[in-house]
């Protein structure tokens, strides 16, 4: 069973940082590419960031420069460091993969940045 588990979220001040972490477990993460994917409130949910099996990293231009996506396949996790957030980084986020022909999200992480 896949199961993908958000931590992390919480409120903080804009211009703080946030690390995000999902813990993942039920297939081979080590062969998985993985994602984070934000929904604010009345938004569809957009890709954030995502890391492939090999490292490569792909970013949404409105985070580029600002989050790190990076993986530990020793720990089956995925991290989204944020930095220098802003208001409109305001979103439930959820982590994401593609593992045995079904497209698996975890439950989501709040983070409310204020100004």
């Known amino acids: 069973q896949v199961q993908l588990v958000e931590s992390g979220g919480g409120s903080v001040q804009a211009g703080g940082s946030l690390r995000l972490s999902c813990a993942a477990s039920?297939?081979?993460?080590?062969?998985?590419?993985m994602a984070w994917y934000r929904q604010a409130p009345g938004k569809q949910r957009d890709l954030v960031a995502d890391?492939?099996?090999?490292?490569?990293?792909n970013y949404a231009g409105s985070v580029k420069g600002r989050f790190t996506i990076s993986r530990d396949n020793a720990k089956n996790t995925v991290y989204l460091q944020m930095n220098s957030l802003k208001p409109e980084d305001t979103a439930v986020y959820y982590c994401?993969?593609?593992?045995?022909?079904?497209?698996?999200w975890g439950k989501g992480t709040l983070v409310t940045v204020s100004s």
């Open positions: 994401n993969t593609f593992a045995y022909g079904i497209t698996y």
């Open positions: 039920g297939f081979i993460f080590s062969f998985n590419a």
């Open positions: 890391i492939s099996s090999g490292g490569s990293t």
